[in-house]
């Protein structure tokens, strides 16, 4: 019943930006808390950015924290992940994940996913 879909990954040089996009087909955006996950070749998936919509707080793993912003326009049923001072290390497909409730930074926590958009860090 709930579907995500990515958009907006590419190719893009160190310290670039880029801003990827999770449309949902959420009735109530409000209801649940979003998140993105990254996952690169031969790599474990691991926690990026989440959002609980309701109290309005972010959570960002230490490896992104000041880089990326994660946020949500409630009337487009889209979150986004604004990401700058891009890092070749960054490179990984970027999936967008969602739960009814409080936001979680593991990804067992998130029972609906997107196919995911890859982005390439590299000159």
């Known amino acids: 019943q709930v579907q995500l879909v990515e958009s907006g990954g590419g190719l893009v040089q160190p310290g670039g930006s880029l801003r990827l996009s999770c449309a949902t087909s959420?009735?109530?955006?409000?209801?649940?808390?979003m998140a993105w996950f990254r996952q690169a070749p031969g790599k474990e998936r691991e926690f990026v950015a989440a959002?609980?919509?309701?109290?309005?707080?972010?959570y960002y793993s230490d490896s992104v924290n000041g880089r990326f912003t994660i946020s949500g326009d409630n009337a487009k049923n889209t979150v986004y992940l604004q990401m700058n001072s891009l890092k070749p290390e960054d490179t990984a497909v970027y999936s967008c994940?969602?739960?009814?409730?409080?936001?979680?930074?593991?990804?067992?926590?998130?029972?609906?996913w997107g196919q995911g958009t890859q982005v390439t860090v590299s000159s």
């Open positions: 959002t609980t919509l309701r109290g309005t707080r972010t």
């Open positions: 994940a969602a739960k009814y409730g409080a936001a979680a930074t593991s990804q067992f926590s998130y029972a609906y």
């Open positions: 959420g009735r109530t955006f409000g209801s649940y808390a």
